[in-house]
């Protein structure tokens, strides 16, 4: 399928793609602090890129478990400096990870490509207008609540369902507003609103999202759902992060978000060598 991200069209589905995070940001559960400085932010989505990134993710606010929002301007004070010198030096690419319309039109003015919005277009109303009009991607996010209150017991009847049909209300709201569906991935949210319980049955069942015609992003990278497996803090959650990713890509995901871009990019292109049958330069 085809991905619209302004003015590129992304063929998805030859191989998985794999978005790096980068997040300018003094509070986020993994890697808060380590890239708030815009030059060693910059430097670090370069070596992203060098080491396979198909897609660099640039988020200005923390959207962990009980986060508190951030002012719009703060927001785009972290990000628009960053996207801005990354498109300078390179023609990866470029998401901002925002739901503020201020914050993610400011993104596209600096050279974002993609909006990755957690609310699904649910937090602000200014957000599918500016999509319509911009023609950037959208990754179109399942959540239950908001980041402050998400993973206060969150409860679903049906898991899959339940998120298949806000899938399908969203994405008519999409249409409605004149995004084509040409832009929009759909990411079940990993984390975001739900248990241990829900996370699993998402990724056991992630095959039945295809049925709404639109590719997969899953984001499991260091989410607690692998803590809570491993006990192990989420600097030590490489090897889970590695399976979640593998059992993604098997499940249909065609974007996997990640902050380990190198040995991602690795199990990437061995699960798309067993997956969908891609060749390898390696010998048999």
Same mark, same amino acid.
């Given at each position: 399928?085809?991905?619209?991200?302004?003015?590129?069209?992304?063929?998805?589905?030859?191989?998985?793609?794999?978005?790096?995070?980068?997040?300018?940001?003094?509070?986020?559960?993994?890697?808060?602090?380590?890239?708030?400085?815009?030059?060693?932010?910059?430097?670090?989505?370069?070596?992203?890129?060098?080491?396979?990134?198909?897609?660099? *993710?640039?988020?200005?606010?923390?959207? =962990?478990?009980?986060?508190?929002?951030?002012?719009?301007?703060?927001?785009?004070?972290?990000?628009?400096?960053?996207?801005?010198?990354?498109?300078?030096?390179?023609?990866?690419?470029?998401? +901002?990870?925002?739901?503020?319309?201020? +914050?993610?039109?400011?993104?596209?003015?600096?050279?974002?490509?993609?909006?990755?919005?957690?609310?699904?277009?649910?937090?602000?109303?200014?957000?599918?207008?500016?999509?319509?009009?911009?023609?950037?991607?959208?990754?179109?996010?399942?959540?239950?609540?908001?980041?402050?209150?998400?993973?206060?017991?969150?409860?679903?009847? *049906?898991?899959?369902?339940?998120?298949?049909?806000?899938?399908?209300?969203?994405?008519?709201?999409?249409?409605?507003?004149?995004?084509?569906?040409?832009?929009?991935?759909? *990411?079940?949210?990993?984390?975001?609103?739900?248990?241990?319980?829900?996370?699993?049955?998402?990724? =056991?069942?992630?095959?039945?999202?295809?049925?709404?015609?639109?590719?997969?992003?899953?984001?499991?990278?260091?989410?607690?759902?692998?803590?809570?497996?491993?006990?192990?803090?989420?600097?030590?959650?490489?090897?889970?992060?590695?399976?979640? +990713?593998?059992?993604?890509?098997?499940?249909?995901?065609?974007?996997? =978000? +990640?902050?380990?871009?190198?040995?991602?990019?690795?199990?990437?292109?061995?699960?798309?060598?067993?997956?969908?049958?891609?060749?390898?330069?390696?010998?048999?």
């Amino acid at each position: 399928m085809i991905w619209q991200c302004g003015g590129q069209r992304v063929l998805l589905g030859e191989r998985t793609l794999v978005m790096g995070i980068l997040n300018v940001t003094p509070d986020s559960f993994s890697d808060g602090g380590l890239y708030t400085d815009p030059g060693r932010a910059v430097e670090h989505a370069l070596e992203m890129v060098e080491a396979g990134a198909d897609i660099i *993710d640039v988020g200005g606010e923390s959207t =962990r478990p009980g986060a508190e929002p951030v002012p719009a301007e703060e927001e785009r004070r972290r990000v628009v400096p960053v996207i801005r010198a990354l498109r300078r030096q390179s023609d990866v690419l470029i998401s +901002v990870d925002s739901y503020k319309a201020e +914050v993610a039109r400011a993104a596209v003015e600096a050279g974002a490509d993609i909006v990755n919005d957690i609310s699904g277009l649910g937090f602000d109303e200014e957000m599918p207008q500016l999509l319509a009009t911009s023609g950037v991607g959208l990754v179109l996010m399942h959540i239950k609540g908001t980041p402050r209150t998400m993973q206060r017991n969150p409860v679903y009847r *049906d898991v899959i369902g339940e998120i298949s049909g806000y899938f399908a209300e969203r994405l008519a709201k999409a249409e409605e507003a004149g995004i084509s569906r040409e832009q929009v991935v759909l *990411d079940p949210g990993i984390g975001f609103g739900k248990q241990l319980v829900h996370n699993l049955e998402i990724l =056991r069942r992630l095959k039945e999202f295809c049925r709404l015609g639109r590719p997969l992003l899953v984001g499991p990278s260091r989410k607690s759902f692998i803590g809570a497996i491993l006990d192990l803090p989420p600097g030590q959650r490489l090897e889970g992060t590695a399976a979640a +990713v593998a059992l993604s890509i098997a499940g249909g995901a065609d974007v996997v =978000r +990640v902050h380990d871009v190198r040995e991602m990019v690795r199990v990437a292109r061995v699960a798309d060598a067993v997956v969908r049958g891609l060749s390898t330069t390696a010998g048999a």
